[in-house]
């Protein structure tokens, strides 16, 4: 039984790596990135989350390693807090109380006990620098209060402040101009309205040298600023828009920037025409990062990825996030096949995100075009996906609209190959409908004999396409054609929904929802009620199979009664999410309200909620979905029943993935990496996480069946017959056919023989007497032979002596039924 606790709206991945640069650790063996109110550690060489450092109350918003022992880590938080980290072990070591919110975090080695960090002043969109002073003390909870100033008025990003070698000057951009604790230098003052306001700036590691990004995709190189009528600098241009970040390599030696051509640029001498590329690395560059070893660099990008290069700028690792879609048109979806979480991704993709290890498993191209990064271009958008037939088909709709009259529609069709394991497109239908799709679906039912799939659109039809056969002479193949087109009073139709038996399909044409015959495809009834254009439709499950729900734009739910064809009840409800358990009766309707989005789950069957859960999130709810449980659980509560068999998750306005559980954040964001550490020092691989236990259990096995039995197992080092073999010289030996049946007979026992502890020594002794008398009985017919084998060649097989036969027969004696155990 589980306990009852109650139900907490929790982070279930799918935050931004990207908010912040990344950092590595001192050897490179791990890198450090920002993800929600976590901090994760990954490794660099697997590619996997070793530890999720838990403990923010609120966004994590700065990481640092501690310039004082590089196996501590420092994080800050709008919570206010300052931790300290022992990453190794997962472990939180110290906490200060700063009492502020905090934006960003600084470290430098010569500044003992102090970090600097960014800060609100008395209005929230003003920020200053300061120092925050780290008392020491031996209590695991430290307030530290002690704030010196530093500057005012200075930019929120941490890209835009950046500290001199040795802390000889602090260096913050703000627009077109520099801040320095004694004077300003302005990047404007050669031209008049020149688009070169500052968007990132690096100071030298070694030399009293500053490289700034500019708006206009130039970097300056700026020296001799400390006078601010003689300063200089030196101009280096490639990137086109604007530089998104700057990073010196350790030694000084190179320059790397980045912006949204995805391409890293590496300016080695800081000169013009010695620079290298590192190009289609997919996405736009917002935070580069160098190793402190600086044997590895690192590019966090906007589609939530980052990707770990090495020093000759090839691309080693790739750790990719639930990526942040403009917009999702798709919603949210789960495979059959893998149970991983489907929605838009990359421009073009469906993205496959694995909620189990919060990791994305692959993206499918689905429009299959390169993709043009224009703010002004219209592009391809993929609008609708659907999977049907237990994950065999997969439907999907893009469309691209320039002009009300110029419309670019496509549907394909994409079937599961099982030896590709992924899909392969099927079949393409350009034009399916004359207006945009607003709807599709499949027929999902058991019993199911031809797959079905019903789109429905904005130009008044609903169409329903079948499977059939397209064989030709050269080929077997399968195709998608429409089997029959329905339209009520030429209204747009807006939704539709199959039932869970796939006998009746429900089309909803604006305020008016129409059930229809999926055999007949005749029109059994309608249902109109005038409350508004239907926004959300679908049957009930198992028990509650007879009941249709709907919702409506102007906040009213309904439900119907399909036997005896009339409402059974309404509510009044703005719901935005309204989403079927596919195990279960329940229905989870999502309503937004001004202060927040509210859950109320229930049965069509009961119009009273089995639970309601107010203020889920302060923002919008666009999209949920329910994905089944590998294991159910056990909760006795009536409320909290609903949850048993499946979980229900959700997305919000600013694409944060959340969902409902008993268990705290810590307990739900565990990795497997840190439940299965091993005492031993191995490491944490996957390969590890495969075999390493089962070779523990194998060994337990094997100890525990020797045990039982009682059996000598000597070690193969430790056998004279093998160490004669290895080690005699090869002419000394007789031939290897000869000593190869001897020395297998001896290794091979049977069952019936004893072990070497049960002979006893009598016997040992008198059999060694009575062969030291034959060695002497047998020495003269030994040398008889000698003399007349002379004569015969090669072609007489070599006679062991007896003593050498004596040494053969104790061999026999040692037990080897140690090999019937590997």
Same mark, same amino acid.
């Given at each position: ?83 300290? /980290? ?46 925050? #002073? ?81 708006? @206009? ?22 990137? $086109? ?32 025409? %010695? ?30 990825? =980052? ?103 496509? &549907? ?53 396409? =079948? ?8 080929? #077997? ?37 129409? =059930? ?113 449980? @590998? ?10 029943? /609903? ?59 094997? %100890? ?26 090869? $002419? ?24 070497? #502890?049960?002979?006893?020594? @009598?016997?040992? &002794? ?12 047998? @020495? ?21 002596? %007896? ?9 026999? #004696? ?9």
């Amino acid at each position: 039984m589980v306990e009852e606790e109650s139900i907490r709206v929790v982070r279930c991945g799918g935050s931004e790596l990207n908010f912040r640069r990344a950092v590595f650790s001192a050897d490179s063996k791990y890198i450090f990135c920002v993800s929600g109110d976590f901090v994760k550690v990954y490794s660099t060489v697997t590619e996997e989350c070793v530890h999720i450092l838990h403990g923010h109350r609120n966004l994590v918003t700065g990481i640092q390693l501690n310039p004082n022992n590089h196996l501590q880590l420092y994080s800050c938080s709008l919570d206010g807090t300052i931790k300290l /980290w022992d990453y190794i072990d997962g472990i939180l070591i110290k906490t200060f109380t700063v009492g502020c919110k905090l934006h960003a975090l600084f470290t430098v080695a010569q500044a003992e006990d102090s970090v600097f960090a960014i800060v609100n002043k008395e209005k929230p969109d003003i920020f200053q620098l300061v120092s925050v #002073k780290l008392p020491k003390s031996s209590s695991q909870e430290v307030e530290a209060k002690e704030l010196s100033f530093v500057l005012d008025y200075i930019n929120q990003s941490p890209k835009c402040i950046a500290f001199g070698n040795e802390v000889n000057f602090v260096l913050l951009v703000f627009w077109n101009l520099f801040f320095f604790p004694r004077f300003t230098l302005s990047s404007s003052r050669n031209k008049k309205h020149a688009k070169n306001n500052f968007t990132c700036v690096a100071c030298h590691p070694t030399e009293d040298c500053i490289a700034s990004g500019h708006m @206009d995709g130039k970097i300056r190189l700026w020296r001799n600023f400390y006078d601010d009528k003689k300063y200089t600098y030196t101009c280096l241009h490639w990137h $086109h828009d604007m530089v998104m970040d700057l990073a010196f390599s350790v030694t000084g030696t190179s320059l790397l920037s980045g912006g949204c051509e995805s391409v890293l640029v590496e300016w080695r001498d800081a000169t013009e025409k %010695n620079k290298e590329f590192l190009p289609r690395l997919g996405a736009t560059i917002e935070h580069i990062s160098v190793s402190p070893a600086g044997d590895l660099f690192c590019t966090s990008h906007s589609d939530n990825k =980052i990707i770990i290069i090495h020093r000759n700028l090839e691309a080693s690792a790739v750790i990719q996030g639930l990526v942040k879609d403009r917009s999702i048109f798709t919603g949210l979806m789960i495979d059959p096949r893998t149970k991983a979480l489907v929605l838009n991704g990359k421009p073009g993709h469906l993205q496959f995100y694995s909620l189990q290890s919060d990791k994305q498993l692959y993206n499918l191209d689905i429009i299959q075009q390169e993709y043009i990064n224009d703010y002004g271009l219209i592009q391809i958008e993929l609008t609708k996906a659907a999977f049907g037939c237990f994950g065999n088909w997969l439907a999907t709709v893009e469309q691209r609209q320039e002009k009300e009259t110029e419309l670019e529609l496509q &549907m394909k069709l994409w079937m599961y190959n099982k030896k590709t394991q992924g899909f392969i497109l099927n079949t393409k239908i350009n034009m399916p409908h004359e207006d945009c799709i607003t709807a599709l679906c499949f027929c999902n039912a058991e019993k199911s004999e031809q797959p079905t799939l019903v789109t429905a659109s904005k130009d008044g039809y609903f169409k329903v396409w =079948i499977l059939t056969d397209d064989s030709d002479i050269y080929k #077997k193949a399968v195709g998608w054609t429409c089997d029959f087109v329905g339209s009520y009073h030429k209204y747009q139709a807006t939704n539709c929904c199959f039932s869970e038996d796939g006998s009746l399909l429900a089309v909803s044409f604006e305020e008016i929802v129409t =059930i229809w015959d999926s055999i007949t495809w005749e029109l059994k009834c309608t249902f109109c009620q005038r409350a508004g254009k239907i926004r959300h439709l679908c049957f009930g499950r198992l028990t509650c199979s007879k009941y249709l729900l709907g919702a409506t734009e102007n906040g009213i739910l309904c439900c119907w009664n399909l036997l005896s064809c009339a409402l059974e009840w309404n509510a009044k409800l703005n719901v935005r999410v309204m989403e079927p358990d596919p195990n279960s009766e329940n229905i989870a309707a999502i309503s937004q309200s001004s202060v927040g989005s509210d859950l109320f789950v229930f049965k069509p069957s009961e119009p009273r909620p089995l639970y309601i859960q107010k203020g889920i999130s302060r923002e919008e709810v666009q999209w949920g979905v329910f994905v089944p449980r @590998d294991v159910p659980e056990s909760f006795t509560s009536e409320a909290y029943q /609903w949850l048993n068999r499946s979980q229900l998750y959700f997305l919000t306005k600013s694409q944060s993935l959340l969902t409902f559980s008993t268990k705290s954040p810590e307990e739900k964001l565990t990795p497997t990496s840190k439940q299965l550490l091993a005492e031993e020092s191995l490491p944490t691989t996957p390969f590890y996480f495969i075999l390493g236990k089962h070779r523990q259990l194998q060994d337990e096995k094997l %100890n525990e069946t020797l045990e039982n039995e009682l059996v000598q197992l000597p070690l193969t080092e430790n056998i004279p017959a093998v160490s004669e073999l290895l080690h005699t010289p090869a $002419h000394v030996l007789p031939s290897a056919a000869f000593l190869c049946s001897m020395f297998v007979n001896s290794l091979l026992l049977s069952k019936e023989t004893k072990s070497a #502890k049960e002979i006893p020594e @009598d016997v040992d &002794m008198e059999e060694e007497k009575e062969s030291e008398d034959s060695d002497k009985e047998n @020495d003269f017919i030994e040398k008889v032979q000698d003399t007349n084998n002379t004569g015969l060649g090669e072609d007489i097989i070599h006679q062991l002596s %007896n003593s050498e036969e004596k040494e053969l027969r104790k061999f026999r #004696k040692i037990d080897y039924s140690w090999i019937a155990a590997l």
